[in-house]
C-alpha cells in the first residue's frame, strides 16, 4: 500500500518514502511519505487560510462534517481492523471490538459535545454583566502514537475540528495507514480543503518541524516522555499551548480481601491486552502477602497459557509488539531484569508462532524479586512484561504505588469500601480505577501527572484546551464621571 498526505484537500507524494513493515510477518508491505519542513510549510499555509472559514462556520456544521466522517469509519470498520492488525500487530479481533468502534465514537462524540460546550457568564449585579468567548486558536497540530493508532488519532483531531481549529495531524511512522485511509474520505465528509490535513513521516524530521513552526497555535502530543520533554522544549519558549500525554509505570495493586477470580482475570488483559502496549497497562503487580503466593500462581499458569499468533487470524488474542527494534528494546529489559536479580516465572523470549515465524513477537513474562528502585520497576518498558512485588500494609503499598516519576493511571482491587477511597485519594496519578480496568467515560478528565503529562484530554476539557477564553465586560448604566 503506497500512503499518501493530505494537505488542502488533496493527496499527496514527496519524493522520499520510508519503507513501512508489518509486524506480524516482519515483511516490508508499503510505503509512506517522509515529509519534512516543506510540506509542513504547505499544510501550515492551507490550514491558514482555511481557519477564518472554518472558525466561522456553525458548530453544527462543523460537527455535521464529523459525523460523516464517523459514517465513513463505520461503512469501513473491517477493513480498518484489518489494516490495523497488519500494521500494528495487534490481533485483529482486539481492532474490531475496540480500536474501530472507538475511533467512531470519537469522532461522534465531539460531534455532539461541540453543539453542548457553554461558556459562562458573570454578573456584577447592577453593575455590569461578564461574559467568556470561548475561540479556536487557529492551526493546532495533533501529534499521536503507534499503540492505538486511529484511536488516539481521532480522540485529539476530533475536539480540535469541533472547536473550529485548522489541523496538521501526524500519526506515527509505524502506523500510517488507518490515518491515511480516514485521510481519503476528509472530502467527501464535507471538509473545507485546508482544514485538516495529514502528513506522514518521521517524528524527529516532519514533527519537529510542526512542532517549532511558527504559525502553529498550539501542540497536543500523545507519546514518550522523552519525545514529550523535547517537544515541551520547543512549544514552551514560544508561549503557546501544550498538552503531552505520556508514559508511564502504572500500579495495579492487590489487597487480600479483592475478588480474587474478577482480580485475576482482570490483571492478565491489564498487563497483557495490546501485547502490553497501552498507556494504561499496569505494569507494577503489588499483592498483599497473604494472597500473593495464590495470585502469583494463578497468573502465571494464565499468562503461560497465552497463544501467540498471527494478527489477521480472527482467532489470535494475543499478537505482536510493533516492530523489530521495539521488541529488541522489550526484550533488553528482560535482560536487565535478570542481570539485577528478577526471577521471569514465564516468558522471557522472543515467540516464532507457525506460519509467521518472522514476525516480532515477545512472550508474556512475569518477573519477581526485583526492590521497587531497580531499573525494571522503574522505567516504562511498553511491553508484555510485567513484575509482581509483595506488601504488608496499605501505607506500604501507596509507597510502592507512588515511588515513580510517573503518574498515569492506577488499578485498585479491594471489596472494603472505606479502603477502597483511602487508597485511591492516595495514590498519585490521574486515573484510578478500583475494581475494574480501562473502563472509559469519554466526558471523564484523562490524564496523567509527574512525568506521564501535562494537562488533559476527554471531555470539556479538550474543548478548554483548544479554545481561548476571551472575557467581554460589559457595564449596564453610564459610567458615572
Ligand atoms: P514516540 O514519542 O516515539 O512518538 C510519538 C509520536 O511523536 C510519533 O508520531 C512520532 O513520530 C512523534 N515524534 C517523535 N519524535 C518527535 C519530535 N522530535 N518532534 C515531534 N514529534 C515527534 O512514542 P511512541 O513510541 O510512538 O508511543 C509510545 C509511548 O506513548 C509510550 O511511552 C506510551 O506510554 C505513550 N502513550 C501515552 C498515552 C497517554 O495517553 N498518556 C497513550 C498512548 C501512548
Same mark, same amino acid.
Given at each position: 500500500m503506497e500512503v499518501r498526505n493530505f494537505v488542502d484537500g488533496a493527496l499527496e507524494t514527496t519524493a522520499q518514502v520510508l519503507e513501512n513493515v508489518a509486524p506480524g510477518t516482519g515483511e516490508v508491505y508499503g510505503t509512506i511519505p517522509r515529509s519534512g519542513k516543506v510540506e509542513v510549510d504547505r499544510a501550515m499555509a492551507a490550514a491558514k487560510r482555511a481557519f477564518p472559514g472554518w472558525a466561522a462556520t456553525p458548530a453544527a456544521k462543523r460537527a455535521a462534517c464529523l459525523e460523516r466522517l464517523a459514517d465513513a469509519v463505520r461503512d469501513h470498520a473491517d477493513m480498518l481492523a484489518l489494516a490495523e492488525a497488519r500494521d500494528n500487530g495487534k490481533p485483529v479481533s482486539l481492532a474490531a471490538q475496540v480500536d474501530i468502534p472507538r475511533a467512531e465514537k470519537n469522532l461522534r462524540f465531539y460531534a455532539s459535545g461541540i453543539q453542548h460546550f457553554a461558556s459562562q457568564s458573570h454578573a456584577m449585579e447592577g453593575v455590569a454583566i461578564n461574559y467568556t468567548l470561548r475561540k479556536p486558536l487557529g492551526v493546532v497540530a495533533c501529534i499521536s502514537p503507534w499503540n492505538l493508532p486511529l484511536y488516539l488519532f481521532t480522540w485529539k483531531v476530533a475536539p480540535a475540528l469541533a472547536a473550529g481549529n485548522c489541523v496538521v495531524a501526524k500519526p506515527s511512522e509505524l502506523t500510517p495507514v488507518t490515518a491515511y485511509l480516514l485521510s481519503t474520505w476528509i472530502s467527501d465528509a464535507g471538509f473545507p480543503p485546508g482544514v485538516f490535513n495529514v502528513l506522514h513521516g518521521l517524528g524527529p524530521e516532519v514533527g519537529?518541524?510542526? !512542532?517549532t513552526h511558527p504559525d502553529i497555535a498550539a501542540v497536543s502530543f500523545t507519546g514518550g516522555t522523552a519525545?514529550?520533554?523535547? /517537544? +515541551?522544549?520547543?512549544?514552551?519558549?514560544? &508561549? @503557546? @499551548?501544550?498538552?503531552?500525554?505520556?508514559?508511564? @509505570?502504572?500500579? +495495579? /495493586?492487590? &489487597?487480600? #480481601?479483592? #475478588? &480474587?477470580? #474478577?482480580a485475576l482475570k482482570t490483571t492478565l488483559r491489564s498487563s497483557f491486552a495490546n501485547q502490553g502496549q497501552i498507556c494504561l497497562c499496569g505494569s507494577r503487580i503489588l499483592v498483599e502477602r497473604p494472597l500473593y503466593a495464590k495470585f502469583r500462581d494463578a497468573l502465571v499458569a494464565k499468562a503461560s497459557a497465552m497463544v501467540a499468533g498471527d494478527p489477521l487470524d480472527s482467532t489470535t488474542k494475543f499478537g505482536a509488539v510493533v516492530s523489530e527494534a521495539h521488541m529488541n528494546k522489550i526484550l533488553g529489559h528482560i535482560a536487565k531484569a535478570r542481570e539485577e536479580g528478577g526471577r521471569v516465572l514465564c516468558g522471557g523470549v522472543r515467540l516464532h508462532p507457525k506460519g509467521v515465524e518472522q514476525g516480532f513477537y515477545v512472550a508474556p513474562t512475569i518477573i519477581e524479586g526485583l526492590g521497587p528502585q531497580c531499573a525494571t520497576n522503574q522505567e516504562e518498558i511498553f511491553g508484555p512484561v510485567v513484575t509482581l512485588q509483595p506488601f504488608d500494609t496499605e501505607e506500604e503499598a501507596l509507597a510502592l504505588a507512588n515511588d515513580t516519576t510517573y503518574g498515569l493511571a492506577a488499578t485498585l482491587w479491594t471489596t472494603n469500601l472505606k479502603r477502597a477511597h483511602r487508597v485511591a485519594a492516595g495514590i498519585d496519578s490521574g486515573i484510578v480505577w478500583v475494581n475494574t480496568w480501562l473502563l472509559r467515560d469519554l466526558r471523564?478528565? &484523562?490524564?496523567? !501527572?509527574k512525568s506521564s503529562g501535562l494537562g488533559r484530554e476527554g471531555g470539556f476539557e479538550a474543548f478548554e484546551f483548544f479554545t481561548e477564553p476571551q472575557n467581554i465586560c460589559i457595564q449596564l448604566s453610564s459610567s458615572s464621571s
Open positions: 519537529e518541524a510542526m !512542532v519525545t514529550g520533554a523535547r /517537544i +515541551a522544549g520547543h512549544v514552551a519558549p514560544q &508561549f @503557546k @499551548k501544550m498538552s503531552l500525554e505520556l508514559g508511564g @509505570k502504572n500500579p +495495579a /495493586i492487590v &489487597f487480600a #480481601d479483592a #475478588d &480474587f477470580e #474478577d471523564t478528565p &484523562f490524564g496523567g !501527572v
